[in-house]
């Protein structure tokens, strides 16, 4: 069940997503800017962010997954590939969470593997303390405990993504 109050708000998500925004069109101004979102918890954060940048940009996705319910299990499933030639793209990897890292780590290689012209990583949340793999992390929205979290497209069993904030879940209290 949900508990508590809203970790953030819209407001306060909506407000932190044009400073990621802000930031990511200054950085990539005269660039070839390619937004690939994370497939499915990203498409919230994918859509806000990208509506707010001011330069020019495509977008692409990738569906991965390395999560049974609330636990990782360690081995990710890539559905959906990025369908773009990367060699002339400067690639924005765009993901709701990073929890263990293994998930963006193995979709990180998998992009490099093809030769982008640059790499950078932007995550909405960051669960600094639960890192098992390191990963370089370019724009973070906010570093937050290690608690399971739903809302603004992350789900528990595929469930909350429509929450327009973000709040903590627990299976029972
Ligand atoms: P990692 O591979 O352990 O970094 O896990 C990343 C993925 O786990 C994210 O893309 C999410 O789908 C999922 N995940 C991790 N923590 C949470 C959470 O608190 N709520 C919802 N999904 C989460
Ligand atoms: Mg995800």
Redesign the pocket.
């Known amino acids: 069940m949900v508990v508590g109050k809203p970790l953030f708000v819209a407001e306060q998500i909506q407000q932190r997503v044009k400073e990621l925004a802000g930031r990511i069109s200054k950085d990539y101004e005269g660039k070839n800017l390619l937004v690939v979102g ?1 497939l499915r ?1 990203a498409f919230m954060f994918h859509a806000d962010l990208v509506r707010s940048i001011r330069v020019p940009l495509s977008v692409d996705f990738i569906i991965a997954a ?2 049974l319910k609330a636990e ?1 299990c360690g081995e990710v499933r890539v559905y959906y590939d990025i369908r773009e030639d990367l060699t002339d793209k400067d690639v924005l990897l765009v ?10 780590n193995h979709v990180r290689e998998r992009i490099l593997s093809r030769r982008p012209k640059s790499l950078k990583i932007c995550v909405f949340l960051d ?1 600094k303390e639960r890192r098992e793999v390191d990963i370089p992390l370019d724009y973070v929205g906010f570093e937050i405990s290690k608690d ?3 809302g603004y497209g ?3 069993d595929d469930k909350f993504r429509n929450l327009p904030y973000i709040v903590v879940f627990k299976k029972s209290v």
């Open positions: 994370l918890g390395s999560y990782s993901e709701d969470i990073i929890d263990t890292g293994i998930t963006l669960k399971f979290v739903v992350l789900d528990y």
